[in-house]
């Protein structure tokens, strides 16, 4: 029987009049790499901010490993530590260095002793290639270090599930790819990984499932090969026709 980490099950999101969400249903299996590509505004980003309780869904249910983070009675805190949220801006600690950016929830939200995690921050650096910037701070670091840093931190919390949200849409080109390096290395690890995502190319590299949505609704999903290389719906080949060739529409 598979593992299921994330199960969503007809998810509605509407604010005030704006339905924006339509019926998800999404399972993501332990390991499983799912990339979500789709045009501005089909929705994607409120569907990884629903998982974790960012944003309460109109409708439907969602549960993120034993928790249904839906259920007015569960505990959002507890639940939410199950899931590492990785957004387009870094939104570090200025005026804390690298190191105690990692620890500080670490200690609050976890209990760790200072140690225990100091050293689980310093492997995590470790892992994202910036073991020798732990004392830097924020402003000392290029933008694809400090999302490098960011996922380190979601990382440091040992969540069940990471969630990245267009982790690459506000860096210069020339960062990306530390970035992108860093959660293929993730994906190979075998961290369960949804990620909301513009980068065609990593998503055709990387998952192991792809969702084109628009419109708020699942049009195509499947294998990269499958909905990046031979996309079954003509509004999945016009959004992948444009992109591919320069056009923006993501």
Do not use: Y
Request: net charge negative; hydrophobic share 40%.
């Amino acid at each position: 029987m598979t593992d299921t980490v994330v199960r969503v099950t007809d998810l509605h999101k509407s604010f005030g009049s704006n339905h924006v969400l339509r019926g998800i249903d999404l399972e993501v299996a332990r390991g499983e790499v799912v990339c979500i590509i789709g045009p501005s505004g089909s929705g994607k980003s409120t569907l990884l901010r629903c998982v974790n309780l960012l944003e309460v869904p109109t409708g439907g249910t969602v549960v993120v490993g034993d928790h249904e983070m839906t259920d007015p009675d569960v505990d959002i805190d507890a639940a939410r530590r199950t899931t590492g949220m990785v957004f387009q801006q870094f939104n570090l600690f200025a005026h804390l260095s690298v190191l105690k950016n990692l620890t500080i929830a670490q200690r609050r939200v976890l209990g760790r002793s200072q140690q225990d995690a100091e050293r689980v921050a310093r492997a995590n650096l470790e892992r994202v290639g910036l073991a020798n910037r732990e004392n830097a701070m924020p402003r000392q670091l290029s933008g694809g270090q400090q999302q490098r840093v960011a996922i380190a931190r979601a990382l440091s919390m040992d969540p069940t599930v990471m969630l990245f949200d267009e982790p690459t849409s506000s860096l210069d080109p020339e960062l990306v790819g530390d970035v992108l390096d860093v959660m293929r290395g993730l994906a190979r690890e075998g961290m369960t990984m949804l990620v909301v995502t513009h980068e065609i190319q990593f998503a055709r590299e990387v998952a192991d499932r792809v969702l084109f949505i628009d419109g708020g609704v699942i049009v195509e999903e499947g294998a990269p090969a499958d909905v990046i290389g031979a996309p079954r719906q003509e509004r999945t080949r016009t959004f992948l026709a444009r992109v591919l060739h320069g056009t923006a529409e993501v």
